[in-house]
């Protein structure tokens, strides 16, 4: 019966929504029984279906009525009307003048909580344009609502552009979408700005005359309103400082980047006035009984339900208010952090600067800020340096290359600075994307990692035949210096780094299984980080080469014998580093061997794979690299083979020889000049592990079915080993 | 005409019966890549054409369009495109096909 009802209904309304093509050839026939009678007469499980549709295309198809997938749905569930700005403004829902202190308060946090749920990645359309003042400015009578109104509407413009152009965004982190709304481009930045600050000094006068003065009786309703003032006024004051420190950085000028630094600083300070203001504001009406969301007066979250893209996140979760205050507290502090990187000027600097940042998994509007600041242009680094010159000054920093040092016969020579030049500029593009790369959010960073290796395998392939070449050069003219792998030892470093970085991320990001711990961390300790202190240990001897040279050449000159100075070495540090690493990966190999002894490691049933296909699935993006070359998984169990000791360790021995690596990493680390707090967190993984290990290898709990657990919280590479 | 729908709904409805499940199919894929008009539980009524059904009723239509009830605010005529959407057949209220996508060629 309902059924039928619904049906003469929808005759009656048809006309309505239908448009003009269907409603002439509108002579729909009612096949309901038929249809469902004949569908009945098919088997369980078979589809009917054409020839050129098949189960594959039925996947796709969007599944009506689903709440996660159909966006119409919601709209359709809410008991009241879904009305736009102007709309709202005639029927007298919504006022654009006369807005009492407390709405405004209200609608303002409500908005900063719009513009963080859309920073967080969620589309414009549902959260700040659910603000029905933002959809029209010029219709708002009151100059607060319209400053701010404007003003939002400009950081949102300014932040979803500096996001575009840095590119380091996916779909998940951030939606660009403006929905044809206009992000007020009528206006200039200035004059937002200029409004703002009209409005803020207007409420300042507001807050200086409700001010208690001494000896006076205070009126309520007075301190009441000095209270809703200086709320409103830090508000205000907020937006204009956000949105100038945003302009500041759309400049070119590296000065610019100092100047948001201290309007940040000064933003900052108005967030604790912020916090305890947030009860003057209107709250939401809650009628969430039907699954609807609150309603905030001047608010409407389903008014752009309907431009929403068949498949879309489908209802964006508002954060709420006291969230709202520490995030911008976070987003603030990130964004000063960014405005440091304008102190470093040496390339390896910058990259560990952008891993540093990258470490803390910012979002995606400080992310971007730092790489458009970093490459302003193509071409300009941090608005001033050429890319050109800093990778020069970065491969004398770090193996003195003969070519680049001016007291060298290849400084000047054409053909030698033919050479390097076009292998700086060579350089130039892989570094960049590897810069950006850093910039991209954690997960997606190792499979661009994975594929940037070709780029750099390349350029290692080039840098070997340019250090032919110039050796060969320098022969002729200077038969009693070298330049062998220089280059070639500086684009090594940079490939294993990425490697490095690779393998170790996977650990983070939770992808390898626990019989996968031992490959991982042996191709680590006995392979990479190897090479890599290989490699920083022939840049070393390079640069005490060439600074013998030097010495050489300013003792002839001066004659007086020069004291000899101890200096640490530049490298030095790191090389302490990759030592610690590389006993702590070989430690972590060595557990992970001798409990897998004493069968404390569950094996999957390899079914459909086998442990050489996951392991070569690992490594693969090793293979498009030829130094250091690949090792293939026949290779590693050759290497890694027990048996080859006579007697073979037992687990005992294994436990030890962990317990020891770890006692080593532990001597490295406390011998560390101003330990930085990486070195903090390795040492409280290694100290429990060296305990843990000896445990063990006495015998402790070796009857223990359970499984040992690995906590990766106070390291997140290394876990410390717990046995239950 | 609701009364005409209704009579012949029953008449073939009647026919299937008679002739058994083959025929049954035949109507069905008759009707394959015709427009479809599908009224849902929550109201609205989807267009687009018909591609795929199982024994439950299930429909998928490709490029549909969404259509509110007349009664909403927002049924300006707009409507809002879906492409591929399947219907689950508890949520199909009324199936409604053109009229001469039903006078195609009956096989016999």
């Known amino acids: ?724 | 005409m609701a009364a005409m729908n209704e009579e012949n709904g029953t008449a073939v409805y009647n026919a299937v019966e008679a002739s058994g499940p083959s025929l049954a199919r035949q109507k069905l894929e008759n009707l394959l890549n015709k427009s479809m008009r599908i009224r849902m539980t929550d109201g609205r009524t989807l267009v687009g054409l018909f591609l795929c059904t199982d024994r439950d009723c299930n429909v998928i239509l490709g490029s549909a369009q969404e259509f509110l009830k007349s009664t909403d605010s927002f049924s300006q005529g707009e409507p809002r495109v879906l492409g591929l959407a399947m219907i689950p057949g508890h949520h199909v209220v009324s199936i409604e096909v053109e009229s001469d996508s039903l006078l195609s060629p009956r096989v016999i």
């Not at chain 1, 736009?84 to 403004?89: E, G, H, I, T, Y």
């Not at chain 1, 014998?561 to 580093?577: A, V």
């Not at chain 1, 690992?618 to 006579?646: C, G, W």
Request: charged residues 25%; proline residues 5%.
């Open chain 1, 1 to 724: 019966m309902v059924m039928k009802s619904s049906v003469e209904e929808d005759e009656a309304g048809w006309g309505l929504g239908i448009p003009e093509k269907m409603k002439n050839n509108a002579n729909w026939v009612d096949i309901t029984q038929d249809f469902r009678g004949a569908c009945k007469e098919l088997n369980l499980g078979e589809l009917l279906h054409d020839k050129l549709f098949g189960l594959f295309e039925a996947m796709s198809a969007i599944e009506m009525m689903d709440p996660k997938m159909d966006a119409g749905m919601i709209g359709n569930q809410v008991n009241r009307k879904v009305l736009n700005f102007q709309q709202a403004v005639k029927d007298g829902v919504i006022r654009v003048r006369d807005l009492s202190l407390p709405e405004l308060i209200g609608i303002m946090d409500t908005c900063f909580c719009c513009l963080i749920t859309w920073l967080e990645g969620h589309s414009l359309a549902q959260t700040v344009f659910t603000c029905l003042y933002v959809h029209n400015p010029d219709l708002i009578e009151d100059p607060a609502m319209k400053a701010f109104a404007l003003g939002i509407l400009k950081i949102c413009d300014i932040a979803r552009e500096k996001v575009n152009k840095a590119a380091v965004f996916e779909e998940e982190d951030f939606q660009a979408m403006t929905y044809g709304f206009k992000m007020a481009n009528n206006v200039t930045d200035l004059r937002v700005t200029g409004m703002l600050k009209d409005v803020e000094d207007d409420l300042q006068r507001r807050v200086k005359s409700t001010r208690s003065r001494q000896g006076e009786q205070r009126d309520p309703v007075v301190e009441m309103e000095h209270q809703q003032c200086l709320a409103l006024f830090s508000r205000i004051r907020f937006t204009r400082l956000l949105l100038t420190a945003l302009i500041a950085f759309t400049k070119k000028e590296t000065s610019s980047v100092s100047e948001a630094q201290k309007l940040m600083t000064q933003t900052a300070d108005l967030l604790p006035a912020i916090h305890s203001t947030l009860h003057h504001g209107v709250q939401a009406q809650n009628d969430t009984s039907k699954g609807d969301h609150p309603i905030m007066m001047g608010f409407e979250p389903l008014v752009n339900q309907r431009l929403l893209p068949p498949t879309f996140p489908r209802y964006a979760k508002i954060i709420r208010r006291e969230e709202m205050v520490c995030y911008f507290s976070k987003l603030i502090d990130r964004i000063k952090t960014v405005c440091e990187v304008i102190n470093t000027t040496h390339l390896h600097g910058i990259l560990d600067f952008f891993c540093e940042f990258s470490e803390q998994s910012p979002c995606v509007l400080s992310r971007s800020l730092l790489q458009t600041t970093f490459l302003m242009d193509s071409k300009k680094v941090l608005g001033s340096h050429l890319m050109h010159d800093m990778i020069k000054d970065a491969l004398r920093g770090f193996v003195s290359p003969p070519v680049l040092s001016p007291k060298c016969c290849l400084y000047n020579n054409h053909q030698a600075k033919d050479y390097i030049d076009s292998f700086i500029t060579h350089c130039s593009r892989p570094f960049c994307s590897l810069i950006q790369i850093h910039g991209h959010n954690r997960a997606r960073q190792r499979d661009k990692l994975g594929h940037i290796l070709e780029e750099f395998a390349t350029l290692q392939d080039e840098a070997e035949k340019v250090d032919a070449a110039l050796h060969s050069l320098l022969l002729k003219l200077e038969p009693q210096r070298q330049h062998l792998a220089c280059l070639g030892t500086w684009v090594l470093y940079h490939s294993l780094r990425i490697m490095i970085h690779y393998l170790l991320s996977g650990f983070e990001l939770e992808l390898y299984s626990m019989h996968e711990y031992y490959y991982i961390y042996w191709y680590l300790s006995e392979f990479l980080y190897a090479w890599l202190m290989s490699t920083l240990s022939r840049a070393d001897s390079s640069q005490m080469a060439e600074e013998r040279i030097t010495e050489e050449l300013q003792r002839r000159g001066s004659s007086k014998k020069t004291k000899k100075k101890k200096k640490t070495r530049p490298l030095s540090r790191e090389i302490t580093m990759s030592q610690a690493y590389q006993n702590m990966c070989a430690g972590m190999y060595k557990t992970m061997i001798a409990l897998d002894m004493d069968g404390k490691v569950r094996k999957p049933q390899f079914e459909l794979d086998s442990e050489q296909v996951r392991y070569e699935h690992r490594f693969a993006p090793f293979n498009s690299v030829v130094t250091p070359p690949p090792v293939h998984y026949i290779q590693f169990k050759e290497m890694s083979d027990l048996k080859k000791y006579t007697p073979p360790p037992q687990s005992a021995d294994l436990y030890l020889a962990a317990s020891k690596h770890f006692q080593q990493a532990k001597l490295i680390l406390e011998n560390v000049p101003s330990p930085d707090p990486e070195v903090n967190r390795i040492l409280k993984v290694a100290k429990p592990n060296i305990v843990v290990m000896k445990l063990l290898a006495g015998g402790h709990k070796k009857e223990t079915k359970v499984l040992p657990q690995f906590d990766f919280s106070a390291h997140k590479y290394f876990p410390v080993v717990k046995i239950i």
